[in-house]
């Protein structure tokens, strides 16, 4: 009898050990951070520029891989970031543009989170965000996203069964009071960075230098050509340039605010969405959106910042056709001559940047 009571008592006592006390004390909880190492990436990608506040932790990235997944963060816990940034679609979806809780419609297309922990010259469409830790706390206070605000969340991961531990391993917070919009940005923050994309058929081509034909089919190498002629070399020769915006190399953008030639406007008033021009004000902003990378294009459709375009073909046929004339289009939106056989090539091209391993990667999925 004395053996059975005994024998009850020992889980009782161990399982309180662990438990933080009513007061919401987590020290009893050990928080032994470890760093989180980063795949090797090819040669042509630069380091990823970490913040010193907020350096990449084992325990870290695995908070931010749960917040990312849970509608908690949303007003009515319907939607996650994940609702909108899918990974089968490279963290984009397939729809015009972003449809946000109780199906209210945003104003722009999801962009792809592939490598986006290398962009430091501005985040969203429009730049209007400068860090990836504040990006999370934007979204929650969107209407037309999550449409909740950050202590309401911060109040649900408090009262939570599991959060209070995995802010304690993440950050070494003492007391659940301690969680707050800080960290869950940090968390979030630290998982994005590490959505990194360098398997694709063009990477391996990149990779292995010299042995581009190993890799690429004769369509790809005459696409690749294409894509990275730049239009000024022979003004009476014009070539599509791509690459002088969606540079070829690790990231395939140079992230920069351009016009590429969408809308006609005379004013700044004439463009439907003012993009860059609506942070800064300057009449040559308007109209300027960041130029995306183009990696796992084949699967991001519809495209641009307002996902006008449903197919690659009718993006080629704009750039082809030198877009519309406004008063600040960028000068390397040139119109240029685009055979069937020309448009085969880049289309070939632009499908070798999909990465299956991205796509499948079970360090990126749902971790519930
Ligand atoms: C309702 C759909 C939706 C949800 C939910 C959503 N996003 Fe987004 N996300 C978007 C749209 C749309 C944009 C572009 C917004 C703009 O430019 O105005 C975007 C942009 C971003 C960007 C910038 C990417 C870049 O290259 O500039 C990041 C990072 C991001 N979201 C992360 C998140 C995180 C983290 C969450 C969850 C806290 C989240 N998103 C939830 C639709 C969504
Ligand atoms: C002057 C710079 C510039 C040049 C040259 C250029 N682009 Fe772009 N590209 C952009 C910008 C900026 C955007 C985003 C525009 C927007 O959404 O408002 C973009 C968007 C795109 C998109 C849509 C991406 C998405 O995620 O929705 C594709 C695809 C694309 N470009 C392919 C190309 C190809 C192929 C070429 C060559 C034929 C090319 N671009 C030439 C600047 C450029």
Redesign the pocket.
Known sequence: MIRKLFLFFIPIFVLGACKKDPLGNLEAISYAPQAFTMPEMPYFFQKMEIPADNPMTVDGVAL?RF??YDPI??ADST???????RQETA?S?NLK?????EG?V????????AN?GF?TK????????KA?EE??????A?P???DFSVQGVVERLQAHPDYPERFRKAFGIKDTEDISGEFLGKA??Q??RTLVSYNSKYDYANWDRGAETKFFSESELRGKLLFTTEPAINPYDPHPGCSHCHNNTALVTT?EFLNNGLDPAMEPGDFPDPGLGGITLRPIDYGR??A??LRNIELTAPYM?DGRFQTLEQVLEHYSSGGHFSYNVDVNIIAFPMSEQDKQDLLAFLKSMTDEKFLQENAFGNPF
């Open positions: 931010g917040l990312f963060l949303s939607i996650a970031c994940a609702s909108c940034h963290f979806n543009v972003a449809v946000g809780i209210r945003g104003t722009r297309n999801v962009p792809s989170l986006v962009n501005g985040l969203l469409w429009d730049g209007r965000v990836l990006v999370a706390l934007r979204t929650i969107d037309l996203e999550m979030i923050a998982f994005l992230n959106f960041k995306p990378t910042h």
